[in-house]
């Protein structure tokens, strides 16, 4: 990998083709491939900053017409209880004006019921005086379907596994957001709401009007 973005495959005569498009010479980078590994162990592995993204500029993104999300302070503060699943299905609620933790924080605790989430271990609760879920991915889609249900709308969610880029992208476009889950090797996981897509250029390539 040359940088978070970029990744090529290196030629006999020492050229790098890339993934945008453009070959490059092997020495021209030299010191700065990265190499991720395919069994991270550590969200660091796997997380992508914005200091990362120096060699790039942001084109135009496409976001739903409501952006919101709840911030992991706000959520313990409004219910003591904290689950990344729950967190990400709130926001989403709350963007289609099914519920709102402000003015009713005990739907975060309807969505954790009926989403299947459970406790974590007492060695696993690491936050005082708040308490930390898990939610089983295998039900959790059809939970919230209920969920969205019980308070009158129809929003139907289902869990597509390893989605492609153009699907989410696709879903964003047509003004629904994702409900983004992954796991690392080491059993850890997170849920995360998805409602923007940024598209970004190669600075080099942009310079050479490509």
């Not at 492609?164 to 090797?185: G, K």
Request: hydrophobic share 35%; aromatic share 8%.
């Amino acid at each position: 990998m040359i940088n978070p973005f970029e990744f090529g495959v290196q030629s006999l005569d020492g050229s790098i083709t890339t993934n945008c498009g453009r070959t490059i010479p092997a020495v021209s980078i030299e010191g700065r491939p990265v190499v991720l590994s395919n069994k991270p162990s550590s969200w660091n592995d796997v997380v992508i900053y914005a200091t990362q993204m120096q060699d790039y500029t942001v084109s135009g993104f496409r976001s739903i017409s409501q952006f919101m999300s709840y911030d992991e302070s706000e959520i313990k503060r409004l219910t003591a209880h904290y689950a990344c699943m729950v967190t990400a299905f709130s926001n989403v609620a709350e963007l289609y004006g099914i519920a709102n933790l402000y003015s009713d924080p005990s739907q975060y605790m309807q969505i954790w019921n009926y989403t299947n989430t459970h406790a974590l271990s007492d060695e696993e609760q690491t936050v005082p005086g708040v308490v930390l879920g898990g939610t089983p991915i295998s039900t959790c889609a059809t939970g919230f379907t209920n969920y969205c249900a019980s308070r009158g709308s129809t929003l139907i969610a289902r869990t597509v596994s390893s989605p492609a880029i153009a699907s989410i992208q696709n879903e964003i476009n047509s003004n629904r957001p994702n409900v983004l889950h992954a796991s690392l090797y080491n059993g850890s996981a997170h849920s995360v709401t998805a409602e923007l897509t940024p598209h970004l250029l190669v600075r080099k390539l942009e310079r050479q009007g490509r």
